[in-house]
């Protein structure tokens, strides 16, 4: 089953290399990965989503909670949650094609957020499934590149992930 | 304040942390911690002859003690060399901290001469590494060091710590902080009581109860509380390889040791049982065999420090994340208000049928005329030095031999590398126990495989005075690799002999130690006695053993842990 877990980590250096060094130590997947700094200069959140039976889950859990600089994680998925990624698309734009994009990218509610005379360059957010539904809308013929962020997410309602 | 340089101050946090001994190799990279070292003479250096012995020596110490290891090497080679005997005190969870020295942080990223990124070599195999950013912070991560290394599931760490970090003509305040607190960091202190209870009230009512006991035993210093809880149940108590000595041989209670060499009693007690008390073990798959087969009757409690070590391989109906002590301690006390007493009735008829199974196997090996056996070596050798020595051990079959024919009664004197299997531990491991307890006798059982990975440290025991007994199990062959290729290989020996073995007589000798060479039988208990006999003198005893012997039992691979190789033709 597919998993988003959030982690607040000690803002240190290596700290990043220890988690995505448990995966692969591990043999677990890694789907998405996004990092950032919070509003506490000290901890970063990060998130990954990842795959695997409940047991696996349950050990990627616990084994990231063993780094010494992981403070606190939340398996998201255990409860209801809002999930966004934002990616960047180039897409070939000529012709008939122009207003055909315009439409589509209107109906996923994305924006088009640089224009050339032969391409345009699209911004949309959503959860993952969203995104590819756009990138099968348009037809990967007409895709050049693709750039997604990964998976942020956070609870919904008044749980919250902090120290 | 005293001001200190960085390199005095790392001393200084040594002393202060009350080390005394510490295992090392100097180097370009450490030379301002070890100029440091020789102005002071609290903190002793013990110089080895490579480094991955000064991290087994620091690792034999602590096994011995359980107190956390000190090593001190440069950068670059010196660092790298520790990583195999890192790994190996990762496996089996033993307290450390490895300094290491690194290239000026200027330099860090510019492949600079003995520069090596330590931090994210040595991030798979330890607890956790720190890395000195300012030289004031050394007290502090020092201290940090030591607090993680010997807290929660004990562990390696390393510190990396760049040469600009020591230079003497910089002064810092030293201060070295009485406490470490991290938010990030807090092993359990105590078991959840509700779960405690319930594996207690599981416990009572059990008929065919046995309790798996651990290296968490030996590391948590908790074989009192095992042993009074074991005699409170009346149940049947098995250890692992690492858990020997944690529950003593001679208990009439003890049903020796668990799993792919483990006793044909222990095995069969696993796998009946209708529960079983795991306290500080981990299911690793040298002990269960095929998880999908295991103990198909048991409801299983497990005991453990570390979270992450329960419902790993095996899952546990009852978990219970603390340290064993504290858990056992009030397990016992609820054994002891509980008005359901454990069943009597059932208990004598679960130990008729144990005692039927030893009476059928027990341990047991062919003797010979003309062979010495590894085992008479052993059984001789637990005769010899009362059954009290400190025993180190390589890897391989000499490695089972000592663990399956010296029955300890005390924890922390049965040394070996039970996790990452490593050859080469037993003679510097050997070396670290001695230094700390001189006046006890330290044996190190090896092959002539497993010493020659590590021999030159001969004659760091020379410059040391360092009087271990070595008993090489000679057979001429890589044992254990040799019984595989026997056993799934039809006898195809693939690089398991030894051409040209060294004559170990005299090596030792050049070594300024003494030789004794024994391959007659009759020969080997006054050779052995002569050895025993020379208090003050590392003696190498090269034994020539049968080199046809195979370890048994032996678990029959992808089966569950009743079957069982008995000897070359008998199959359970």
Redesign the interface.
Known sequence: MRRIISVLLENEPGALSRVVGLFSQRNYNIETLTVAPTEDETLSRLTVTTTGSDRVIEQITKQLNKLIEVVKLVDLTEGAHIERELMLVKLKATGSQRAEIKRTVDIFRGQIVDVTSTVYTVQLAGNSEKLDAFIQSVGTSGVLEVVRTGVSGIARGEKVLSL | MELLSGADMLIRSLQDEGIEYIYGYPGGAALHIYDALFRQDKVKHILVRHEQAAVHMADGYARATGKPGTVLVTSGPGATNTITGIATAFMDSIPMVVLCGQVASTLIGEDAFQETDM??VS??VV???L?VRHPEEIPEVVAKAYY?AATGRPGPVVVDIPKDMTTPNERYEYLYPKKVK????NPAIRGHAGQIKKAVDMMVAAKRPVIYAGGGVVLGKASKQLADLAHLLGCPVTNTLMGIGGFPASDKQHIGWLGMHGTYESNMVMHHSDLILCVGARFDDRVTNATEKFCPGARIVHIDI???SI??TI?ADVPIVGPVDAVLKEMIGLVKESAEKPDAEALAAWWKQIEEWRAFHGMRYETSDTHIKPQEVVEAVWRLTGGDAYVTSDVGQHQMFAAQYYKFDKPNRWINSGGLGTMGFGLPAAMGVKLNFPDDEVVCFTGEGSIQMNIQELSTCKQYNLPVKIVNLNNQALGMVKQWQDMNYESRHSQSYMGSLPDFVKLAEAYGHVGIRIDKKEDLEPKLKEAFAMKDKLVFLDIYVDPYEHVYPMQVARGSMKDMWLSKTERV
């Open positions: 931090i994210g991030r798979p607890k956790h590494n890395s993680i991290l938010r990030s960091y570390d979270p992450a419902s790993k899952n």
